[in-house]
């Protein structure tokens, strides 16, 4: 078979916020940007890199999404347990210091980890974990 990954999906509740971090942070190229206010579908992705992309959606609008659901996809956004990312980069110290001159929420450092990565994590405006990981 020949699979690729395409898109994957992280929530917002703040488009601006989050585009502001994924391209002006991260340096992602805007693919698309459908929608108005909160209810807005922005898919970005690495230059270079046309065949992969992240869709950044409204979090629980979903028709078959029950209030009692809704409710907790919220409530795990904002407690930062909700959604995440594993990138990589050759530069994860260059990556780190630029991200986090972008204000993001560090929460953890580059760091030697003991299953032989290095890697760093920050939350992005929503509160998705985004864990950066250094190719060796």
């Given at each position: 078979?020949?699979?690729?990954?395409?898109?994957?999906?992280?929530?917002?509740?703040?488009?601006?916020?989050?585009?502001?971090?994924?391209?002006?942070?991260?340096?992602?190229?805007?693919?698309?940007?459908?929608?108005?206010?909160?209810?807005?579908?922005i898919t970005v992705?690495?230059?270079?890199?046309?065949?992969?992309?992240?869709?950044?959606?409204?979090?629980?609008?979903?028709?078959?999404?029950?209030?009692?659901?809704?409710?907790?996809?919220?409530?795990?956004?904002?407690?930062?347990?909700?959604?995440?990312?594993?990138?990589?980069?050759?530069?994860?110290?260059?990556?780190?210091?630029?991200?986090?001159?972008?204000?993001?929420?560090?929460?953890?450092?580059?760091?030697?980890?003991?299953?032989?990565?290095?890697?760093?994590?920050?939350?992005?405006?929503?509160?998705?974990?985004?864990?950066?990981?250094?190719?060796?």
């Amino acid at each position: 078979m020949d699979i690729t990954i395409h898109t994957s999906f992280l929530p917002h509740d703040d488009p601006d916020a989050s585009l502001a971090f994924y391209r002006d942070v991260l340096g992602f190229e805007v693919r698309s940007d459908v929608g108005q206010g909160k209810m807005r579908w922005i898919t970005v992705g690495p230059a270079g890199q046309p065949s992969t992309s992240i869709l950044l959606a409204p979090p629980a609008v979903d028709p078959g999404i029950t209030e009692d659901e809704r409710r907790t996809i919220l409530e795990m956004m904002a407690k930062g347990t909700y959604g995440w990312i594993l990138l990589a980069t050759r530069d994860l110290d260059g990556v780190f210091a630029k991200v986090q001159s972008g204000d993001a929420e560090v929460v953890q450092e580059p760091t030697e980890q003991p299953y032989g990565i290095r890697d760093c994590a920050f939350r992005d405006p929503a509160g998705n974990l985004v864990r950066i990981q250094e190719l060796r």
